[in-house]
T-cell receptor
Framework: LAKTTQPISMDSYEGQEVNITCSHN???????ITWYQQFPSQGPRFIIQ???TKVTNEVASLFIPADRKSSTLSLPRVSLSDTAVYYC??????????????FGSGTQLTVLP | GAVVSQHPSWVICKSGTSVKIECRSL??????MFWYRQFPKQSLMLMAT?????????EQGVEKDKFLINHASLTLSTLTVTSAHPEDSSFYIC??????????????FGSGTRLTVV
């Protein structure tokens, strides 16, 4: 299972763009990269998933370089409600039986007023 | 989108008693479900993989006789904490993936169950 490394914590101010980078040097060929958000006492919530290049949805963008050994979650114009722990995971990708997801330490993002 | 319902959301029990936590996939079928445990200020730790119609697979260090898992249907998995002790107090979370998706939009997680053993 690919291990991920993220910063333990980050602070930002409301309205700023936040970029959280995750390293996953031993990502496998068929692994996808998925980011989850978790608020206290809640289950993780899916944010975005990608395989390569750039993916964008209504809440975030995900940038993946060609070697796929890292990825960057970009949150545009964060608000106080974006304060949460963000997890980067690799694996659980296409086809076949569901594979377990291994959570790293996550990044505690704190948005300040 | 896919929804996983977890019940109860919180429970308080006395030491020595057993507690059952349910995890249901509401609008999809899940051949496999996963159970995690999360202590305060820590990440999620995988406890076991629950497979419909077969025995669960437990992670190293997780006592299978203490954490009983049953996955009797494609939409329901249960975790029973037997003879609970205060050190079992934690946040338990399940997750599942729609078996029909070749590449899905991620695993869906339940809302979690806060277990407090007194």
């Amino acid at each position: 299972l690919a291990k991920t490394t993220q910063p333990i914590s980050m602070d930002s101010y409301e309205g700023q763009e936040v970029n959280i980078t995750c390293s996953h040097n031993n990502i496998a060929t068929n692994d996808y990269i998925t980011w989850y958000q978790q608020f206290p006492s809640q289950g993780p919530r899916f944010i975005i998933q990608g395989y390569k290049t750039k993916v964008t949805n209504e809440v975030a963008s995900l940038f993946i370089p060609a070697d796929r050994k890292s990825s960057t979650l970009s949150l545009p114009r964060v608000s106080l409600s974006d304060t949460a722990v963000y997890y980067c995971l690799v694996g659980g990708g296409s086809s076949g039986s569901a594979r377990q997801l291994t959570f790293g330490s996550g990044t505690q993002l704190t948005v300040l007023p | 989108g896919a929804v996983v319902s977890q019940h109860p959301s919180w429970v308080i029990c006395k030491s020595g008693t057993s507690v059952k936590i349910e995890c249901r996939s509401l609008d999809f079928q899940a051949t496999t479900m996963f159970w995690y445990r999360q202590f305060p200020k820590q990440s999620l730790m995988l406890m076991a993989t629950s497979n419909e119609g077969s025995k669960a697979t437990y992670e190293q260090g997780v006592e299978k006789d203490k954490f009983l898992i049953n996955h009797a249907s494609l939409t329901l998995s249960t975790l029973t904490v037997t003879s609970a002790h205060p050190e079992d107090s934690s946040f338990y979370i399940c997750s599942a993936r729609d078996r029909l998706y070749d590449r899905d939009y991620g695993y869906t997680f339940g809302s979690g169950t806060r277990l407090t053993v007194v």
